[in-house]
């Protein structure tokens, strides 16, 4: 063996030992570690525009071995040095070098940021530090109000076992999220759904009425585990219908299925209602090398300016032996949205699916059937394709689902990626005038599971229009986290998720970036540069705007009535008060104020009150851009309050000071209701469908 003293020193003493590394080693056996590290390192790559051409990039070594590149997240595509650039973000490299000579093999890594028009045009900036939330489960927390002004934070669980503690639909109560004394409701939640998700579900009842399909051995026995994933409260009758995320695991395959339910009695008790979508390729038989074991984890917007629900949903396509490729569970994530008219109150023939760029394919819920049988009914080779979404050119919105059975390969598995919306929580911006996805966009091709590889930044998308589900790259924030459960929430109010403004507070529960918090949020503000267009937030119906902000507000073009200055929430644009003579038009504080059918009434501004009570004089216009059979004139409007959520509503031809009794605030609605069967005082649809006269 040869050996330095450590006391000898000079460049002649270090050069013979490396030149005596191969000559001992070729005598010796075992000795690999006197070989010398590789200096492997990327050659810089700066900040790149997508639409940019394709990049080529290179790594320097002191070493001869071989390099190879391996891309691992973000917008791109890698074909050998070859980079293509898909989207916004960022993107992630990996360099390897084989072993040469005297020198061991070696990795690095790098990454990039890539732009678009949009994020270029405006910037996310995190507002202090990461605040522990202390409310969390094994879905996003869901907030909604109900008729009688009472605020909800609903969330679930559901594990594979049959204790009945482990199986619960929560309902949280207090003011709103931030109330230190926000309680759960023991009245309003569900403790031990098995029953309900088993033989109280028709999702069960039909998967376990095929012959040879039974639920799963050991922890899965239960067969189904379901949870409330949103809540909406029927304008009508005040029923709360709940969207369901079920996981069945019978002897087959496991099978994700979307379903609802329906509450008559505020969450006391639950019916389990008929499947909305599950993967259009029946479900799967152990033969089969891989198979899309259906739609689940579902994220319920509720759209009421184009009068639709929307549901995002993911589908996976894994093995039928274990997941993915080593990739571990989400290796091969899909996204997807369906739609229904919010009037259909989500009965299942009412939902359409997002496919080939429109709304035309009702989503697969035979999944009873084994695709690769020849008398299944469904698995043609169409019944999904063309239905992925994703932002920019992220290349899953291209992969198809190779189908049938006999056609598959195990190589299909590796051309299959993730989509960059993948369990997206989806919010209106009105400062921005866009909806904003906030995604899990995770690295995820070293995965070896579920939490593995966290990303490294919070990235936003937004689009103009949920119709099109054209979706672009806005911007990010440094943040580490693997989490599933995201959400938003407007600070103003602290109880809503569908509505946010310039500044919000995204949530994460379950690994999320301090691994203190089980649950926490930060606070993000987004600004637009000086150069970019400014929202129309509202017009007349003209399309003219006033110059001192003053308007009429009524049913059509009005040429009496009283005057309303429209002015701005300093620092919070896309909210406005609405003036008349100095005083402020708002609603009454707690429940009172939030609860259907609020008196309105002018008062001096609350300036000494807390943010959330401030939110009772703030309201922002909600453009209508579908009354689903009726006519849109143009430029009308429903002006909401910031506090409540509900329609400004009124009967007479236009708002009055004098009259304000006439004038209450409803839950959005885009029909009228039956004469019978509802529970409530119901008001018209048209009392709060508004038009502007500049003056």
């Not at 909406?232 to 379903?259: C, F, K, Q």
């Amino acid at each position: 063996m040869f050996f330095v003293n450590r006391s000898q020193s000079g460049l002649r003493k270090r050069r013979l030992l490396i030149l005596a590394v191969p000559i001992v080693c070729a005598a010796l056996s075992g000795c690999r570690h006197l070989l010398l590290p590789a200096r492997l390192s990327f050659t810089p790559i700066p900040t790149h525009a997508f639409g940019d051409a394709p990049i080529h990039i290179s790594a320097t070594s002191n070493s001869n071995g071989a390099i190879t590149y391996k891309l691992l997240g973000g917008p791109a595509t890698l074909s050998g040095d070859t980079l293509t650039l898909t989207g916004g973000g960022r993107v992630r490299l990996l360099a390897s070098q084989a072993a040469a000579g005297v020198h061991n093999a070696a990795t690095t890594q790098t990454s990039f940021a890539v732009t678009t028009a949009t994020s270029r045009s405006m910037k996310f900036t995190q507002v202090g530090a990461a605040v522990s939330s202390k409310i969390q489960s094994d879905t996003p927390n869901f907030l909604f109000i109900d008729s009688n002004g009472q605020f909800f934070l609903q969330n679930a669980d559901s594990d594979y076992d049959q204790k009945p503690e482990n199986h619960v639909w929560n309902f949280y109560t207090g003011r709103n999220v931030h109330d230190p004394d926000l309680k759960l409701s023991k009245e309003h939640s569900q403790f031990d759904t098995q029953k309900l998700c088993t033989v109280g579900s028709p999702v069960y009842r039909k998967l376990y009425s095929v012959p040879g399909v039974k639920p799963g051995a050991r922890a899965f026995t239960d067969g189904n585990f379901c949870d409330a994933v949103g809540v909406w409260v029927d304008p009508d009758t005040g029923d709360w219908y709940a969207v369901v995320h079920n996981e069945l695991y019978p002897s087959i395959p496991r099978i994700d299925v979307i379903s609802y339910a329906i509450s008559k009695d505020h969450g006391k008790t639950w019916e389990l209602k008929e499947p909305i979508a599950t993967s259009p390729y029946g479900a799967a038989n152990t033969k089969d090398f891989y198979y899309d074991y259906g739609e689940g984890d579902a994220r319920l917007v509720v759209d009421t300016g184009s009068g639709y629900f929307y549901l995002f949903y993911n589908s996976r396509i894994t093995k039928t032996a274990g997941y993915g490729t080593g990739k571990g569970f989400s290796a091969h994530e899909w996204e997807h949205v369906s739609r229904a008219p919010i009037y259909k109150k989500m009965a299942p023939d009412s939902w359409e699916k997002y496919y080939n760029g429109g709304w035309s394919q009702t989503p697969g819920i035979d999944w009873a059937c084994d695709p690769s049988h020849s008398s299944c009914p469904e698995g043609g080779p169409a019944s999904a394709l063309g239905s992925n979404i994703g932002a920019d050119n992220d290349p899953s919105i291209q992969e198809r689902f190779v189908q049938p059975v006999a056609r598959q390969k195990a190589s299909d598995l590796a051309g299959y990626t993730n989509s960059n919306l993948h369990t997206a929580s989806i919010s209106w911006n009105v400062a921005l005038g866009k909806y904003i996805a906030f995604a899990e966009d995770r690295d995820l091709s070293l995965k070896s599971s579920d939490y593995d590889n966290p990303t490294e930044e919070m990235s936003f998308y937004v689009t103009d229009d949920l119709n099109t589900q054209k979706w672009t790259y806005a911007g990010s924030i440094a943040y580490k986290s693997a989490s599933w459960y995201r959400w938003l929430v407007d600070p103003g109010n602290l109880t809503s998720s569908n509505t946010i403004g310039s500044s919000f507070l995204a949530y994460c529960s379950v690994d999320c970036s301090d691994p203190k918090n089980d649950s926490e949020y930060v606070k993000i503000a987004v600004s637009m540069s000086s150069n970019a267009a400014r929202p129309v937030w509202f017009s007349d119906l003209h399309g003219a705007t006033s110059p001192g902000m003053a308007y009429r507000i009524g049913h059509a073009a009005s040429s009496s009535g009283d005057t309303w200055n429209i002015v701005p929430v300093p620092a919070d644009p896309g909210f406005f008060t609405l003036q008349h003579e100095g005083k402020y038009l708002g609603t009454a504080a707690g429940d009172a104020g939030r609860s259907w059918g609020a008196a309105v009434s002018l008062g001096e501004p609350f300036t000494v009150l807390s943010g959330v009570e401030r939110s009772r004089q703030q309201w922002y216009f909600e453009k209508i851009r579908d009354l689903h059979g009726r006519t849109v004139t143009s430029n009308q409007y429903r002006i909401v309050n910031r506090y409540s959520g509900l329609a400004l509503s009124f009967s007479g031809s236009s708002l009055n000071a004098n009259d304000l009794a006439a004038a209450v605030t409803v839950p959005i609605r885009d029909w009228d209701a039956a004469a019978t069967g509802t529970h409530f005082k119901v008001w018209k649809a048209a009392e709060q469908e508004l038009s502007l006269t500049a003056r």
